[in-house]
């Protein structure tokens, strides 16, 4: 058995990495970190568990008692926990925060996108986790990068569910607001722009191209819908051809002929991609569900590559059908 603790384990992310932990075949869950909740049932914060586990955060950290940590911080708060602990020398971590998502000589994570960094991740100590916007963009983009077509300017929309901003309520989080509405935030300057520039960039050397994304907060509570287009003058069928041989191999990015609907992925650790031609624009449909395939989906993902499991263990939930 893999023994785990979570730090953090009052947010979204924690939560729904609680729920696939507590049915995964091969763990056992040793603590749940959360200093402003210690001593309650993990049940008083995430509800949606209750009958399902007796377990109570604590503000203890038994770091010699597990064999994997999950960062499940606020972004600065990961490093801060590295520099200020001295960690067991066989402890794994996987870091849900965005603090060690961009390489650097001091950094010890390994980008943490299965369908990029498949074989490091299996051989490394640290995984950073990556950003949900940066994930479903991401897996709409690698087959092309790889092929070297990315060599235009690159469009990017997409429409987040409220879950994204975290669990503490704010002004554009909490439902009066959020409800029967919609707006753009951080248009071209995102913070997850960076990781999705390096990640294509370790594929296409020369990729030196203008990516404009604009994120936008959506009136639903989960999921990821994102619409690329980009200049491409190959045909339909040898795009289609080149995303199915890149993800031939992965478990969770499927193609889809359909144009698809959110609802496919929510509550999955799927991607869905859909591929169509409008003379020589390229159109890439992504969607994600930002809580899992996004967070803690391909956190148990990485889990699974660290430990030498199978990579869909604890991970086979399917979407509602409504």
């Known amino acids: 058995m893999i023994k785990v603790g979570i730090i953090g384990g009052a947010g979204y992310t924690a939560g729904e990495l609680l729920r696939l932990l507590i049915n995964h075949p091969d763990v056992e869950i040793v603590f749940v970190n959360s200093s402003s909740n210690a001593g309650n049932k993990v049940t008083d914060i995430h509800s949606g568990l209750f009958g399902e586990t007796d377990l109570v955060f604590t503000n203890e950290l038994p770091l010699n008692d597990i064999d994997l940590l999950f960062l499940c911080v606020a972004h600065g708060d990961a490093r801060k926990f590295m520099d200020s602990h001295t960690l067991p020398e066989s402890l794994k971590i996987i870091d849900l925060s965005m603090d060690y998502r961009i390489k650097s000589e ?98 296409q050397n020369s990729y030196n191209n203008q990516l404009n994304f604009i994120p936008v907060r959506g009136n639903f509570s989960r999921g990821i819908f994102a619409t690329i287009y980009l200049d491409c003058k190959v045909n339909l069928e040898e795009v289609r051809r080149i995303y199915e041989e890149y993800y031939d191999d992965h478990s969770f990015t499927f193609i889809t002929d359909k144009n698809p609907d959110l609802k496919q992925v929510v509550n999955t650790n799927k991607c869905l991609l859909h591929l169509e031609k409008h003379g020589d624009k390229l159109l890439i449909i992504s969607m994600i569900d930002n809580l899992l395939k996004g967070a803690s989906g391909q956190a148990v993902h990485n889990m699974n590559l660290l430990f030498g499991l199978e990579e869909k263990v604890g991970l086979r939930v399917k979407p509602s059908a409504f």
Not at 118 to 133: E, W
Not at 146 to 167: P, Q, R
């Open 106 to 203: 001091d950094n010890p994570f390994i980008y943490g996108l299965p369908e990029l960094n498949r074989r490091q991740i299996c051989k490394s100590m640290y995984v950073a986790n990556p950003g949900c916007f940066a994930t479903c963009i991401e897996l709409g983009l690698l087959p092309l990068a790889k092929h070297l077509m990315l060599n235009t300017e690159i469009h990017v929309n997409a429409i987040t569910g409220s879950t994204g901003a975290g669990v503490k309520p704010s002004a554009t989080s909490h439902f009066s607001w959020r409800n029967d509405n919609i707006s753009i935030y951080k248009p071209f300057t995102h913070q997850h722009l960076a990781e999705v520039n390096q990640s294509l960039l370790q594929l």
